[in-house]
T-cell receptor
Framework: KQEVTQIPAALSVPEGENLVLNCSFTDSAIYNLQWFRQDPGKGLTSLLLIQSSQREQTSGRLNASLDKSSGRSTLYIAASQPGDSATYLCAVEETSGSRLTFGEGTQLTVNP | EAQVTQNPRYLITVTGKKLTVTCSQNMNHEYMSWYRQDPGLGLRQIYYSMNVEVTDKGDVPEGYKVSRKEKRNFPLILESPSPNQTSLYFC??????????????FGEGSRLTVL
């Protein structure tokens, strides 16, 4: 059974820092990996989607990488801002069924 | 505005009283899905639908029913709610039902409490 782990569970950084969030998964038979942002009391917003054949995707200050063989993905946030404070979740879509398996998320706080 | 709309956003009910959480998307998406989010357990899929009249179980379907009579709507039905169904529920959709077909769009969530 696929398991997705995100480390750390919580992270607090000063504004302006570059930071890396980690996501690992146990079964490399995936179609894609997706990073989401969740604000308190809100739904999830998709940030980046990496297909299994890709190594990375970029959107603005965000860069996500995927190493399928080792079961790892990282989300890099450059020049962090207080508005980046949220919970970040990763999810993998397995080839064995049309479902996503989510990690529990990293709660990020960017202090002004 | 493209969106996934859930109702109600908040609901307190009692054990055994049937309820329906509605989900509607205005993006003509084929694929729709329901998740529940619980502390320590993360997001888990309840049911999903690849298209009209096509539904399938996710990881935690017990105690829930769904239907997909129209492309835009995917209601979640709790026939006889129990306290262990107290949770935050999310509906999501994506354009294509093919596996690996792209990013999911989520509704804002429905917080359900069963007493």
């Amino acid at each position: 059974k696929q398991e997705v782990t995100q480390i750390p569970a919580a992270l607090s950084v000063p504004e302006g820092e570059n930071l890396v969030l980690n996501c690992s998964f146990t079964d490399s038979a995936i179609y894609n990996l997706q990073w989401f942002r969740q604000d308190p009391g809100k739904g999830l917003t998709s940030l980046l989607l990496i297909q299994s054949s890709q190594r990375e995707q970029t959107s603005g200050r965000l860069n996500a990488s995927l190493d399928k063989s080792s079961g790892r993905s990282t989300l890099y946030i450059a020049a962090s801002q207080p508005g980046d404070s949220a919970t970040y979740l990763c999810a993998v879509e397995e080839t064995s069924g049309s479902r996503l398996t989510f990690g529990e998320g990293t709660q990020l706080t960017v202090n002004p | 505005e493209a969106q996934v709309t859930q109702n109600p956003r908040y609901l307190i009910t009692v054990t055994g009283k049937k309820l329906t959480v509605t989900c509607s998307q205005n993006m003509n998406h084929e694929y729709m899905s329901w998740y529940r989010q619980d502390p320590g357990l993360g997001l888990r899929q309840i049911y999903y639908s690849m298209n009209v009249e096509v539904t399938d179980k996710g990881d935690v379907p017990e105690g829930y029913k769904v239907s997909r009579k129209e492309k835009r709507n995917f209601p979640l039905i709790l026939e006889s709610p129990s306290p262990n169904q107290t949770s935050l529920y999310f509906c999501a959709s994506r354009p294509d039902s093919a596996r690996g077909a792209g990013e999911l769009f989520f509704g804002e969530g429905s917080r359900l409490t069963v007493l």
